[in-house]
């Protein structure tokens, strides 16, 4: 996996292979990665994830066709549903109660290493983001707040302005902390992007 862990002794390490086990969990491999991907990779900062919170192939347990992503708010889960009643799960930050978003949308487009311009009401809320608005955004890179990827919801062919994106803050993986996205590591949120298609159905609940 792409990020460290402490060892773990041989009597913590055999009961949690027989949990795994029971509840069919699989580790899938980490994506191949570009070029520009491990460039900027390797100056993002590096954190233990807690084992909960890495990435996964599990027994779906959404009920959703294959294809779709859903994403469980309350225990900070992605997943993405595979055939075979399948799913790719995946540990996430998610919007704090006052700026948690709920709903179904669609993939309307997708982006690597995408530039980063603070809507209108993040900047209300901080106004110290403001000159960051009038100067249009931050480019893509390893300093931007959308991470590695950045898959865009839409409703009714119209921006929600909300997004599944990558982090340069992974150490936020499993907590409410965000301003109502959907944050990712950046390992797995370049797992994902290469697993779902535009037009994608995502449930937020």
Known sequence: MFYLARPLSSAILLPLAFVLSGCNYASVPDPALTAKDAEFLAVVPSVEVDMNYRRYRVDDPTGE?????????R????YFVEPGRKAVRY??????EAYGWTGTAIVGRMAEWPRWVPP????????HLRPTAAAGGIEGGPDNPLGARAL?????DKDTLYRIHGTNEPESIGRSVSSGCIRMSDIDVIDLYGRVKVGAKVIVR
């Open 152 to 156: 865009y919801l839409y409703q009714d």
């Open 120 to 127: 209108a009401e993040m900047v209300e809320r901080w106004p």
């Open 65 to 73: 066709e294959p294809g779709t992503i859903v994403v469980d708010t």
């Open 75 to 78: 225990d900070k889960f992605l």
């Open 91 to 96: 540990g996430v930050a998610v919007g704090s």
